[in-house]
């Protein structure tokens, strides 16, 4: 158990539909980073906050925005959803948010746009 | 670019080593990542190696460093079933928010 912790596990939904994606840091992690994997295009960053700040941006969609709240827990939304969104969307986090030290990953949440 | 390019499979049979390879794209970068992915679950890291190093061993694993190629690898000795999994590497640089994962590399070993 890392301690980072992702809700909901599973999620299945419609296309064109509007989702809200949840991730708990480790306790004292300052940093979230979300990423999503799919089959065909590994594992692909998209963004980071640290302290409640967007830091770095990745290949994160405009029908995709995250935000970090002032309990540092984070939220990634996903709006209009295509097929192609389908994926495991990773929550991981840090202690700083420097590019040093090790991401505690959480155990992902499961999305199928049908 | 920003792409941590690694091969895509590795079949190996249960007792030899793996040799999984990277090549990162940042000189800069100062430390170099190696995580595990098993099936259903998130990564998880194995080890790191500084950029002013050459090598690290930890156990069953050795990582080597080729700073001029820019070229990492991870071998694991007396690989397991256990060890089947996916393996990605990382590269990050302090002082900046880059932190960057690479393709990963599916390792399944035989019995």
């Known amino acids: 158990d890392s301690g980072v912790t992702q809700t909901p596990k599973h999620l299945i939904t419609a296309t064109g539909q509007r989702v809200t994606l949840r991730c708990s840091p480790r306790?004292?992690?300052?940093?979230v980073y979300w990423y999503q994997q799919s089959l065909d295009q590994g594992l692909q960053f998209l963004i980071q906050?640290?302290?409640?700040?967007?830091?770095a941006k990745g290949n994160i969609l405009e029908r995709f925005s995250a935000q970090q709240f002032p309990d540092l827990h984070s939220e990634l939304n996903l709006s209009s959803l295509e097929l192609g969104d389908s994926a495991l969307y990773f929550c991981?986090?840090?202690?700083?948010?420097?590019?040093?030290?090790?991401?505690?990953f959480g155990p992902g949440t499961r999305l199928t746009v049908l | 670019g920003e792409d941590v390019e690694q091969s895509l499979f590795l079949s190996v049979r249960e007792g030899d080593s793996s040799v999984i390879n990277c090549t990162y794209t940042?000189?800069?970068?100062?430390?170099l990542y190696w995580y595990k992915q098993e099936p259903g679950a998130g990564l998880q890291l194995l080890t790191y190696?500084?950029?002013?190093?050459d090598m690290k061993q930890d156990q069953r694993l050795t990582v080597l460093l080729n700073k001029k190629d820019k070229h990492l690898s991870l071998r694991i000795a007396d690989t397991q079933t256990g060890d089947s999994a996916i393996y990605f590497c990382?590269?990050?640089?302090?002082?900046?928010?880059?932190?960057?994962f690479g393709t990963g590399t599916r390792l399944k070993v035989l019995a």
């Open positions: 190696i500084f950029s002013n190093m």
């Open positions: 991981a986090s840090s202690v700083g948010g420097l590019g040093v030290g090790e991401q505690f």
């Open positions: 906050y640290y302290n409640g700040e967007e830091r």
């Open positions: 306790s004292g992690d300052l940093s």
């Open positions: 940042d000189s800069s970068s100062t430390y």
């Open positions: 990382a590269e990050g640089a302090s002082g900046t928010y880059k932190y960057i």
